[in-house]
Nanobody, 116 residues
């Protein structure tokens, strides 16, 4: 079955960096675009970025442009989110997401907390 497993979250000080990973299984990873979303407490889930199957990027949230970088390694069935210059407002549960044949799949999320 389709599985998306996020990791790499944690507590970081403002201005710091983190790299999130999302390991995928259960489908032909290299054939699909895949994305990151996040949800802060009391807020709606919002898109962060999407990476196409060929490595193009799209759908950047305005609040993260220039600070976050999305990438993928098709040999490892994994996507990454490199986050820099982190701000307290980046605190959220970060999820990866893929749509397969019209059905969406989410991982369980990894918590990122930005605080001094």
């Amino acid at each position: 079955q389709v599985q998306l497993v996020e990791s790499g979250g944690g507590l970081v000080q403002p201005g710091g960096s983190l790299r999130l990973s999302c390991a995928a299984s259960g489908f032909t990873f290299s054939d699909y675009a895949i994305g990151w979303y996040r949800q802060a407490p009391g807020k709606d889930r919002e898109p962060v970025a999407t990476i196409t199957r060929t490595g193009g990027t799209a759908n950047w949230g305005d609040s993260v442009k220039g600070r976050f970088t999305i990438s993928r390694d098709n040999s490892k069935n994994t996507i990454y989110l490199q986050m820099s210059s982190l701000k307290p407002e980046d605190t959220a549960l970060y999820y990866c997401y893929v749509t397969l044949l019209g059905r969406g799949y989410w991982g369980q999320g990894t918590q990122v907390t930005v605080s001094s």
